[in-house]
Protein backbone atom coordinates (compact mmCIF):
# COMPACT_ATOMS: atom_id res chain seq x y z
CA UNK A 1 0.00 0.00 0.00
CA UNK A 2 1.39 3.38 -0.81
CA UNK A 3 2.72 5.66 1.95
CA UNK A 4 2.05 9.49 1.97
CA UNK A 5 3.37 12.18 4.15
CA UNK A 6 0.93 14.64 5.12
CA UNK A 7 2.40 18.44 5.92
CA UNK A 8 -0.14 20.58 7.46
CA UNK A 9 -0.48 24.05 8.62
CA UNK A 10 -3.18 25.82 10.88
CA UNK A 11 -5.28 27.91 9.29
CA UNK A 12 -6.76 31.02 11.22
CA UNK A 13 -9.93 29.00 11.82
CA UNK A 14 -7.56 25.82 13.14
CA UNK A 15 -5.17 27.37 15.41
CA UNK A 16 -8.21 29.52 16.74
CA UNK A 17 -9.88 26.06 17.72
CA UNK A 18 -6.52 24.64 18.68
CA UNK A 19 -7.88 23.02 21.88
CA UNK A 20 -10.06 21.04 19.54
CA UNK A 21 -7.03 19.61 17.84
CA UNK A 22 -6.71 15.90 19.63
CA UNK A 23 -10.50 15.51 17.93
CA UNK A 24 -10.22 16.81 14.73
CA UNK A 25 -7.23 14.14 14.78
CA UNK A 26 -9.03 11.23 16.22
CA UNK A 27 -12.11 12.35 13.36
CA UNK A 28 -9.35 12.03 10.34
CA UNK A 29 -7.96 8.98 11.81
CA UNK A 30 -11.67 7.81 12.01
CA UNK A 31 -11.90 9.24 8.27
CA UNK A 32 -8.68 7.40 7.06
CA UNK A 33 -10.08 3.96 8.61
CA UNK A 34 -13.52 4.08 6.76
CA UNK A 35 -11.80 4.89 3.36
CA UNK A 36 -9.42 1.78 3.30
CA UNK A 37 -6.13 4.08 4.62
CA UNK A 38 -4.58 3.99 8.01
CA UNK A 39 -2.76 6.73 9.54
CA UNK A 40 0.78 5.05 10.93
CA UNK A 41 1.84 8.15 12.81
CA UNK A 42 0.93 11.69 13.45
CA UNK A 43 3.14 14.54 15.02
CA UNK A 44 2.70 17.95 15.81
CA UNK A 45 5.42 19.85 14.81
CA UNK A 46 7.72 23.24 15.51
CA UNK A 47 8.66 24.52 12.52
CA UNK A 48 7.49 25.76 9.28
CA UNK A 49 4.43 22.85 9.40
CA UNK A 50 1.95 22.42 12.71
CA UNK A 51 1.60 18.59 11.80
CA UNK A 52 2.80 15.33 10.27
CA UNK A 53 1.35 12.40 9.56
CA UNK A 54 2.24 9.02 7.70
CA UNK A 55 -0.91 7.78 5.93
CA UNK A 56 -0.88 3.93 4.20
CA UNK A 57 -2.98 4.46 1.87
CA UNK A 58 -4.63 2.43 -1.31
CA UNK A 59 -4.37 4.74 -3.70
CA UNK A 60 -3.59 8.25 -4.96
CA UNK A 61 -7.41 8.62 -5.37
CA UNK A 62 -8.15 7.60 -1.77
CA UNK A 63 -5.19 9.64 -0.43
CA UNK A 64 -7.13 12.46 -2.85
CA UNK A 65 -10.24 12.30 -1.28
CA UNK A 66 -9.05 12.13 2.32
CA UNK A 67 -7.27 15.69 1.57
CA UNK A 68 -10.12 17.07 -0.26
CA UNK A 69 -12.21 16.21 2.91
CA UNK A 70 -10.12 17.04 5.43
CA UNK A 71 -9.13 20.52 3.44
CA UNK A 72 -12.90 21.28 3.16
CA UNK A 73 -13.60 21.67 7.00
CA UNK A 74 -10.62 24.58 6.54
CA UNK A 75 -8.45 24.15 9.83
CA UNK A 76 -5.43 22.54 7.92
CA UNK A 77 -3.49 23.34 4.32
CA UNK A 78 -1.56 20.37 3.58
CA UNK A 79 1.12 19.56 1.51
CA UNK A 80 1.24 15.96 0.41
CA UNK A 81 4.95 13.94 -0.47
CA UNK A 82 3.99 10.33 -1.63
CA UNK A 83 6.77 8.08 -0.05
CA UNK A 84 8.52 5.54 -1.57
CA UNK A 85 10.11 2.56 0.36
CA UNK A 86 13.73 1.40 -0.07
CA UNK A 87 12.16 -2.36 -2.24
CA UNK A 88 10.35 0.70 -4.22
CA UNK A 89 13.17 2.44 -5.17
CA UNK A 90 15.43 -0.70 -5.77
CA UNK A 91 12.37 -1.72 -8.51
CA UNK A 92 12.86 1.59 -9.78
CA UNK A 93 16.23 1.63 -10.10
CA UNK A 94 16.43 -1.95 -11.45
CA UNK A 95 14.02 -0.65 -14.52
CA UNK A 96 16.27 2.89 -15.34
CA UNK A 97 17.78 3.14 -19.30
Same mark, same amino acid.
Not at 6 to 32: H, V
Not at 33 to 55: P, W
Given at each position: ?25 ? @?? %? ?6 ? $?? /?? !? @?? %? ?6 ? $?? /?? !? @? ?40
Amino acid at each position: MPTYIILAQFTDQGIRNIKDSPKREE @AF %RKLCEKVG $AQ /VK !D @AY %RTMGRYDI $AA /VV !D @APDDVTMNAILYSVGSLGNVRTETLRAFTRQETEAALAKMA
